[in-house]
């Protein structure tokens, strides 16, 4: 067990609709990381968190949003829903270093 | 050419042989190396983290990383069963989102 949590396990929703992916770093880990996990391309960077802020942006699309809140827990919100965006999506964490600690993972399955 | 290039496998070897998965990178300002064990349907889970070039083992686990020629390399020895799972290599330049492999996926038969 890593010590990050992520909520739901399994979401399906329908093409068009809005879901939220939520996350528990490690106790102490100020940083967060979302990933993207399809077949064809592995493991995609989304977007990063230090301490409530914005740290590093990679492949999000616009129709992605996320933050995180004083608690430290963050969120991941998905809207105007496709096909293509059914995968894993993956929360990391990280103390001050590089090694990062993830989550089990949401699986979306947009239908 | 992409900056993290691993051998999606697969990749099958008999009970108790050596396994040899390797990483090459272009990106010269990568420092930190790391290799992640995903189990199917399950997140990665952290293996291996090397800080520059050289080696380091842990039991069955060594992990080698060769600046000079942009490559990394995790071996593996006496494989088990239960190391069947796909492993991915992961690295930075230090206080920047992890670049990942693909992954190659191993299956080991007793």
């Known amino acids: 067990d890593s010590g990050v949590t992520q909520t739901p396990k399994h979401l399906i929703t329908a093409t068009g609709q809005r879901v939220t992916l939520r996350c528990s770093p490690r106790?102490?880990?100020?940083?967060v990381y979302w990933y993207q996990q399809s077949l064809d391309q592995g493991l995609q960077f989304l977007i990063q968190?230090?301490?409530?802020?914005?740290?590093a942006k990679g492949n999000i699309l616009e129709r992605f949003s996320a933050q995180q809140f004083p608690d430290l827990h963050s969120e991941l919100n998905l809207s105007s829903l496709e096909l293509g965006d059914s995968a894993l999506y993956f929360c990391?964490?990280?103390?001050?270093?590089?090694?990062?600690?993830f989550g089990p993972g949401t699986r979306l399955t947009v239908l | 050419q992409k900056e993290v290039e691993q051998d999606p496998g697969p990749l099958s070897v008999p009970e108790g042989a050596i396994v040899s998965l390797n990483c090459t990178y272009s990106n010269s300002a990568f420092q930190y190396f790391m290799w992640y064990r995903q189990y199917s349907r399950k997140g990665p889970e952290l293996l291996m983290y090397t800080y520059s070039s050289g080696n380091k083992e842990d039991g069955r686990f060594t992990a080698q990383v060769d600046k000079s020629s942009k490559y990394i390399s995790l071996f593996i020895r006496d494989s088990q069963p239960s190391d069947s799972a796909t492993y991915l290599c992961?690295?930075?330049?230090?206080?920047?989102?992890?670049?990942f492999g693909k992954g190659t996926r191993l299956s080991v038969i007793a």
């Open positions: 968190y230090y301490n409530g802020e914005e740290r």
């Open positions: 106790s102490g880990d100020l940083s």
């Open positions: 990391a964490s990280s103390d001050a270093g590089d090694t990062q600690y």
């Open positions: 992961a690295m930075s330049a230090g206080n920047t989102p992890l670049v």
